[in-house]
């Protein structure tokens, strides 16, 4: 399950102890189908990775503070600490590569 952030805020993305928070904007086709991989990721990692998704239409310093420039980006937070952030269009085998470099 992805969660949306909302207000900016990011107290359960800085809790958990692997994140991966999906910074996208509704409308766009690259952003959906992120989306759409993150959700099927998530499934897939239920119980190990937590999911947020953050809407940079509404939660609009997110990505400043975070240093999010282009969307989709997709970002990986370890024990609170922001680690790493991959941008555009990221195929399946690539995001889940990642997160198991990291479990």
Known sequence: M???IKN???????ASKIAI????VTGNESCQIMEQIINETADEYAGKVDFYRANIAIN???PKKYDV???P?????INGEKIATRTGFQPKEIIE???ESKL
């Open 2 to 4: 992805v969660k949306k």
């Open 8 to 14: 900016n805020d990011f107290s359960e993305v800085e």
């Open 21 to 24: 928070v999906n910074f996208s």
């Open 60 to 62: 609009q310093e997110s």
């Open 69 to 71: 420039e282009n969307i």
């Open 73 to 77: 980006a997709v970002t990986m937070f």
């Open 97 to 99: 590569a990642w997160i």
